[in-house]
């Protein structure tokens, strides 16, 4: 019979929540700042657009490390994916003393910054749910190399995903893949493409789109009738129904200003998971519903209902 994760940590989890945000402030797509840019760049500098991997000005030169926010047992990756790119990111063990040496999170970030903003949040998971969590970069940000676009992330996520069944200390783990923003669309991507294989015990999506095409009206309105030519397109929408079996978990910030709430709701109507969860963050942002109260509670339960007891 499977353990349920140790109960939450004594010290506040909406603090290191909180460091998080400092570093996520970042934009999704188009912020406002770009919104004055004219709507031909869509077409034609598009992925500049989508992953604004030089956001903030040292993104690429200052990826924050795991022992600084008190962190000393991980692993700093370096992984080479089938064509040629090398990915970094950063392993993270389970605590020792509270571990579920058989539970990893896989992390996929938002569209800006790097993997070590995210360091905040992985802490969390690990200390919450005693377990592994593996952060990637995707190429082009931080210390990856190469250019990002729709196909390259996808070979990213892939990799990261073999790189995991292939460690000794995670062959026989089960994933849980999370994802944030255009993290929830690789998410989405990967989970559909190996859901056969039966490792993956998890997904869980935090304010995520139904597809590039139908989010730039509403964050890009100059461009909405460019839309239809934007070549990267992560069709979520489509891609999501095909997961029949993955217990899936929804995090929707009600106040998301970048994607419209509508979107996720609109993924949670066509998922055909057996098991789907919806929970909703009455006060979240795009950026800051990590910080929301019930967040991690709410991920807390999805592992311990969904995941371990099955």
Not at 76 to 105: M, Y
Not at 122 to 129: E, G, I
Not at 158 to 174: F, G, I, K, M, V
Not at 270 to 283: A, D, E, F, G, Y
Request: net charge neutral; with cysteine.
């Amino acid at each position: 019979m499977s353990e349920s994760p140790p109960p939450p940590p004594s010290w506040s989890i909406a603090s290191m929540a909180n460091s998080a945000v400092q570093f996520l402030r970042l934009p999704m797509l188009a912020s406002s700042g770009l919104a004055v840019v004219a709507s031909g760049l869509l077409y034609f500098k598009q992925n500049e657009l989508i992953y604004p991997r030089n956001i903030p000005a040292d993104a690429r030169t200052n990826v924050p490390k795991p022992r600084q926010f008190g962190i000393d047992d991980f692993e700093e990756l370096q992984i080479r994916t089938p064509d040629g790119e090398s990915l970094h990111g950063f392993f993270l063990r389970a605590p020792s003393k509270q571990s579920h040496q058989n539970l990893t999170v896989l992390m996929f970030h938002g569209n800006a910054g790097n993997v070590g903003h995210r360091i905040p949040i992985a802490k969390v998971l690990q200390d919450f749910l005693g377990c592994h969590v593996m952060m990637l970069e995707y190429r082009g940000y931080g210390f990856s190399t190469g250019v990002p676009d729709e196909d390259g992330l996808k070979v990213d996520a892939q990799t990261a995903l073999d790189h995991l069944r292939q460690r000794a200390e995670t062959a026989n783990s089960r994933i849980v893949v999370y994802g944030q923003s255009l993290g929830g669309a690789v998410a989405i991507n990967l989970v559909a493409s190996n859901e056969e294989n039966g490792d993956i015990a998890g997904l869980i999506l935090e304010n995520t789109f139904l597809s590039i095409r139908k989010l730039i009206p509403s964050v890009f309105p100059p461009a909405r009738y460019l839309a239809r030519f934007c070549h990267q397109t992560w069709t979520s929408e489509d891609v999501l129904p095909k997961i029949t079996k993955v217990p899936i978990l929804f995090l929707s910030g009600l106040k998301d200003e970048i994607i419209p709430p509508s979107n996720m709701t609109q993924l949670f109507a066509v998922c055909n998971s057996t098991r789907k969860i919806w929970r909703t963050l009455p006060n979240g942002a795009h950026n800051d519903s990590v910080a929301e109260p019930g967040y991690f509670e709410h991920i807390h339960s999805f592992i311990t209902e969904e995941v371990l007891k099955h």
